[in-house]
């Protein structure tokens, strides 16, 4: 069963579905205890693995016991009134399977871009171990760097998060330069792959199943991700399994 993790907050809380019922508003059934406060919703699969997490949904919409809808907007349910009193509320919106994939690529995307802009931990020569982030402008820099190597110079200038600048010998800055080029490319393909997914699915169902992470169909699996999946599989000495190790 899926798990909730709301803000901050350390507990988790079990739920039997969770998905978007309008463009601003997001249908959450609770199998047990319910939050008091409400925030930025993190997703874990049965397995205890984080999914994504879904930001701005922060107002009660609607409360309906084990059923809480939340919008992202500030809106609030409010039955209307007709001489007869309180009419029957319509029916929730049903998103299309286009809607939701649409959806589902945008998910996907923020997830992949996070974890590029998160970076890279790097061994370098003297045994120590640096972080460098990857936003774009990291990446234009770092990259920027492999003419400072290919033109020969023996200390280039760069900095690790957090870090003053110093100078790297060129075997380190070219470590650096490849495992930040294996990261962004790795991700990329990665990606593409899941979109691949996500156009093939036929149902609504299968497309609330897909999450960044999950390993993708063989059938939408690129010969370059492939390739990957063989490099990671032999740095984890066979473990057909392991994860991402960037």
Known sequence: MEKIRIGTDEQLYEIKSIRPVSANVMQI??????????GDITIY?????????????????????QTVYLSNDGSVYTAPETPDGPVEPPEPYVPTLEELQAGKRREVAGECERIIYAGINVALADGSVEHYALTIEDQLNLFGKQIQVSAGQAQIEYHADGQPCRYYSAADMQTIIQAAMWHVSYHTTYCNAINMWIAGCQTADEVREIFYGADVPVEYQSDVLKAYLTEITALAGGDSDVADPA
Do not use: Q
């Open 29 to 38: 059934v609770f199998s047990g205890a319910i939050p008091t406060v409400w």
């Open 45 to 65: 699969t049965e397995d205890g693995t984080e999914a994504t997490t879904l930001t701005g949904y922060k107002t009660v919409y609607r409360d309906e016991g």
